[in-house]
C-alpha cells in the first residue's frame, strides 16, 4: 500500500487533494465539539410575574397578601422597567429634599418600612423599592448575588436619574449597602446606615423561612409570598447560596477605610442576626456609631419605628 504523502507544499501547484484532505478533516470532526461546547449567545433571563402580574383570578391567599400590601401602599408608586424584569418602587418625601434609599431584607418587601417613612418623610426624598423575586417586582432566573443586588439599587437610582443618596439598609439591606457603597461610591451621598445587618454570618441555613421573632405582619407577608409568588423561593434560596448574607468581610472593611460615615443600630434580642455581630462590624468599621436597642428583635424597623426614624434622622441630618 502507498504511503501518504503530508509533507508541506512550497507554491499552489504542489497541493494536492491529500494535502487538502488533511486541512479540512480536522475542520470536520471538530464540528460537533464546537456546537456542544461553544457558548450560547447571551440571553436576557425568562422573568417571573410578580404580585400585580400574576395569570387567572386572585384565590383566597393571593387576595389575603394585596390586602396587607396594596399596590398603592405608599404614595409614589411606580414600576421600573430594568435589564432584569420590573420593579416595584415608591418614591415619598419633598421633591428638593435630600435623597435617601432605603433598602429591604431577604424576605419583607417595602412594608418592613411602613412606620419609619412617616418620620423621616418630612426630611428626606426616599425611595423604597421590592427586590426582585418579593412583592410586586418581577422574577428573573438568575444569581441573587452580591453584584446582582448592588446593581439593582443602581439601575434603580439611573432610572430616577438620582446622581447620588444616602443608603441604609435593613437585615440583608445591610451588606447590599456597604457593597453599593465600596462598589459605586460616587452614587453615595456620604452616609450609610445599617439596621441589624448581615453579611459576617458563618452558618445561615438554619435561619431559612425562621422569622426568629418577627411581627405578625412580617410572619404572614413570609409565608405568603411563598405560596403565592411563583419564583420567590427559588430567589431567596439563591440569595442565600449565592447572596451577601455571609463573607462580606471584605465588603465592611473596604467601607471602613473609606470618608464614609457609618451609623449601627441593633436589638439586643434579635435571634437571627444576632446582635453579638456588633462587635465585628465594628472591628471592620471602628468610626462606625452603634446605637443598641434594648429588647427589640430582628424586626426593630416595625416594633421600635419611633426610635429607628429619629436616629436615622439625627445621623443623616
Known amino acids: 500500500m502507498a504511503s501518504l504523502d503530508f509533507t508541506l507544499p512550497t507554491s499552489l501547484g504542489q497541493i494536492s487533494k491529500t494535502h487538502i484532505a488533511a486541512a479540512i478533516i480536522p475542520l470536520?470532526?471538530?464540528?460537533?465539539?464546537?456546537?456542544?461546547?461553544?457558548?450560547?449567545?447571551?440571553?436576557?433571563?425568562?422573568?417571573?410575574?410578580?404580585?400585580?402580574?400574576?395569570?387567572?383570578?386572585?384565590?383566597?391567599?393571593?387576595?389575603?397578601?394585596?390586602?396587607?400590601?396594596?399596590?398603592?401602599?405608599?404614595?409614589?408608586?411606580?414600576?421600573?422597567?430594568?435589564?432584569?424584569?420590573?420593579l416595584r418602587y415608591y418614591v415619598v418625601g419633598g421633591e428638593f429634599y435630600p435623597k435617601l434609599v432605603l433598602i429591604?431584607?431577604?424576605s419583607i418587601p417595602s412594608p418592613i418600612w411602613k412606620d419609619v417613612?412617616?418620620?423621616?418623610?418630612?426630611?428626606?426624598?426616599?425611595?423604597?423599592?421590592?427586590?426582585?423575586g418579593r412583592g410586586y417586582s418581577e422574577a428573573p432566573e438568575t444569581e441573587y448575588d452580591t453584584m446582582f443586588y448592588t446593581l439593582e439599587v443602581a439601575l434603580l437610582m439611573q432610572?430616577?436619574?438620582?446622581?447620588?443618596?444616602?443608603?441604609?439598609?435593613?437585615?440583608?439591606?445591610?451588606?447590599?449597602?456597604?457593597?453599593?457603597?465600596?462598589?459605586?461610591?460616587?452614587?453615595?451621598?456620604?452616609?450609610?446606615?445599617?439596621?441589624?445587618?448581615?453579611g459576617l454570618?458563618?452558618?445561615?441555613?438554619?435561619?431559612?423561612?425562621?422569622?426568629?421573632?418577627?411581627?405578625?405582619?412580617?410572619?404572614e407577608i413570609i409565608k405568603l409570598q411563598q405560596v403565592?409568588?411563583?419564583?420567590?423561593?427559588?430567589?431567596?434560596?439563591?440569595?442565600?447560596?449565592?447572596?451577601?448574607?455571609?463573607?462580606?468581610?471584605?465588603?465592611?472593611?473596604?467601607?471602613?477605610?473609606?470618608?464614609?460615615?457609618?451609623?449601627?443600630?441593633?436589638g439586643t434580642a434579635d435571634t437571627v442576626v444576632p446582635y453579638s455581630l456588633a462587635t465585628q462590624v465594628l472591628t471592620h468599621i471602628p468610626r462606625a456609631k452603634l446605637i443598641t436597642i434594648a429588647g427589640a428583635g430582628h424586626d426593630l424597623l416595625l416594633t421600635h419605628a419611633e426610635e429607628v426614624g429619629t436616629a436615622l434622622t439625627d445621623f443623616l441630618r
Open 117 to 132: 417613612i412617616p418620620i423621616l418623610a418630612a426630611h428626606f426624598r426616599i425611595l423604597v423599592f421590592d427586590h426582585y
Open 159 to 198: 432610572h430616577l436619574g438620582w446622581e447620588k443618596a444616602h443608603i441604609a439598609g435593613m437585615s440583608m439591606g445591610g451588606p447590599i449597602a456597604c457593597a453599593f457603597a465600596v462598589n459605586f461610591p460616587k452614587l453615595v451621598d456620604g452616609k450609610v446606615a445599617l439596621f441589624a445587618p448581615a
Open 28 to 86: 470536520i470532526a471538530a464540528i460537533p465539539y464546537l456546537l456542544l461546547k461553544f457558548p450560547s449567545p447571551v440571553r436576557p433571563p425568562k422573568v417571573h410575574p410578580g404580585l400585580a402580574g400574576l395569570p387567572g383570578p386572585d384565590d383566597e391567599l393571593r387576595k389575603r397578601l394585596k390586602a396587607i400590601y396594596p399596590e398603592n401602599f405608599y404614595e409614589g408608586g411606580a414600576y421600573a422597567d430594568l435589564p432584569f424584569g420590573k
Open 104 to 106: 429591604c431584607g431577604i
Open 228 to 266: 403565592v409568588l411563583p419564583y420567590h423561593i427559588a430567589a431567596v434560596a439563591s440569595s442565600i447560596r449565592d447572596g451577601p448574607l455571609r463573607e462580606l468581610d471584605y465588603a465592611y472593611a473596604k467601607l471602613g477605610k473609606s470618608d464614609v460615615k457609618v451609623l449601627v443600630v441593633w
Open 201 to 219: 454570618m458563618q452558618s445561615i441555613l438554619r435561619r431559612l423561612y425562621k422569622p426568629g421573632g418577627a411581627t405578625p405582619l412580617g410572619e
